[in-house]
């Protein structure tokens, strides 16, 4: 008795799915132009994935005990120190004695740069540090470097306590200019996630990165409107140019001139008044918003579509 015989259908080339290639199912992997893939799609897969994003930070705050309260604690008072280091070398023995106008002045802008600088060099570790979950996992790989924005974000937050504190504290006048903080804020981690991107993909190629970039940032911050403020370039034409070399330039001066005002001078000549007299509220300056808007853009884009034509070839390199 001769066994029946199946004919089995010939198996069809796996499809090429046009959804997503982090979905369930065979994806055919494509030459593109400049390593991109299909931007739309990339982009809701990595919306629809926030959620990840948003437990992978918390599970990096709690290993590095941020979420406790001594954690958050010492965010507060590594820069506060810092703060009190400037304001004796610049104020006190220098002899300006713009006393705690100026501290706040310091604090505004060492909390936002340190918010900057950590995302940038948190973000340029987080492949490296990953390197289990890549490749094990497929999900849209920009989630790492934002993620390192994320926390960052998380703490900043607590900082906002004492710049709140340190705002009355200096008589700094409270009108409606401040909510012009929250578009400059957003500009800030708009460029910090642009930045986070690009060297965490550069990372991946030379790992020295990261020994580099705390000297880099040290030097960001000399050149940057945190120690000095913006009143004191004007009118000086050479240090006037950073503003267009230096993109801390438009997004921390805005920050600190509507944070902290400028003082009006009983003697002397502002912002070095021998005697202060009070503090005058400044609004945002448009021209400052309308360049830092176009920083933070550029940087992201750049930095993120670096990093995106490049995320196939971590695996590998990891």
């Known amino acids: 008795m001769t066994a029946p015989t199946s004919s089995a259908a010939p198996v069809p080339p796996p499809s090429r799915q046009a959804a997503s290639e982090f979905s369930s199912g065979v994806h055919v992997y494509e030459p593109h132009r400049a390593g991109l893939p299909n931007l739309k799609i990339y982009f809701r897969e990595l919306w629809a994935r926030r959620h ?15 979420a406790t309260f001594f954690g958050q604690m010492w965010l507060i008072i590594n820069p506060l120190l810092l703060a009190l280091v400037y304001l004796l070398l610049v104020d006190v023995i220098s002899g300006r004695q713009q006393g705690i106008w100026y501290f706040s002045h310091l604090l505004s802008g060492l909390f936002i740069f340190y918010f900057v600088s950590g995302g940038m060099i948190q973000g340029s570790n987080i492949v490296v540090q990953e390197g289990g979950l890549i490749m094990n996992q497929a999900f849209p790989r920009l989630l790492l470097p934002l993620t390192s924005v994320y926390i960052a974000v998380r703490r900043f937050l607590p900082t906002l306590s004492i710049l709140i504190v340190m705002h009355f504290l200096s008589d700094t006048p409270t009108t409606l200019d401040l909510v012009w903080l929250i578009p400059i804020f957003a500009e800030i981690v708009l460029f910090t996630a642009g930045l986070a991107s690009f060297f965490a993909a550069v990372q991946v190629y030379f790992r020295d990165m990261s020994q580099f970039l705390p000297y880099f940032t040290r030097i960001w911050l000399y050149v940057s409107p945190v120690i000095f403020t913006v009143g004191q370039i004007k009118g000086k034409p050479k240090l006037e140019q950073l503003e267009w070399l230096n993109p801390l330039m438009p997004l921390l001066g805005n920050w600190t001139q509507v944070f902290a005002g400028e003082p009006v001078c009983r003697v002397g000549k502002p912002p070095s008044c021998k005697t202060l007299d009070h503090i005058a509220t400044v609004g945002v300056n448009y021209h400052y918003l309308a360049a830092g808007f176009a920083w933070a853009v550029v940087v ?19």
Request: no cysteine; proline share 0%.
């Open 52 to 66: 990840f994003a948003i437990t992978l930070a918390h599970t990096d705050m709690r290993a590095a005990h941020t």
């Open 300 to 318: 992201f884009t750049i930095g993120a579509l670096y990093y995106i034509s490049r995320e196939r070839e971590f695996a590998v390199r990891l």
